[in-house]
């Protein structure tokens, strides 16, 4: 069974930046970040393969978050630019246990308990 456990979230100023840390324990392949806020659906905001060659991104965060991973410490890592209000929510980070390389969150296996961010105006 792998764990993920989730890191780094805060509260920052509207502008500001913040990086997300997954710690995994076990094999993964493509890992992801979602996030949600209060009477919202969880949404997709970035996924990246298992080789780290291709990485994908929504359109909301696009130029303005990174998602990057080591494999050597099996941590994924988002990072988080130009942050807006909006982007408040918590955030999971999510892994696959096979070669897909989804948007959708039920197409994940493993989960983070989350963490949260929050965007001051």
């Known amino acids: 069974q792998v764990q993920l456990v989730e890191s780094g979230g805060g509260l920052v100023q509207a502008g500001g930046s913040l990086r997300l840390s997954c710690a995994a324990s076990?094999?993964?392949?493509?890992m992801g970040w979602f996030r949600q806020s209060p009477g919202k659906q969880r949404e997709f905001v970035a996924c990246?393969?298992?080789?780290?060659?291709?990485?994908y991104y929504a359109d909301s965060v696009k130029e303005r978050f990174a998602i990057s991973r080591d494999n050597a410490r099996n941590t994924v890592y988002l990072q988080m630019n130009s942050l807006k209000p909006e982007d408040t929510a918590v955030y999971y980070c999510?892994?696959?246990?096979?070669?897909?390389?989804?948007?959708?969150?039920?197409?994940?296996?493993?989960w983070g308990q989350g963490t949260q961010v929050t965007v001051s105006s």
């Open positions: 076990g094999r993964t392949y493509t």
């Open positions: 990246i393969t298992k080789s780290a060659t291709s990485a």
């Open positions: 999510a892994a696959t246990n096979s070669w897909v390389v989804p948007r959708a969150h039920n197409m994940y296996n493993y």
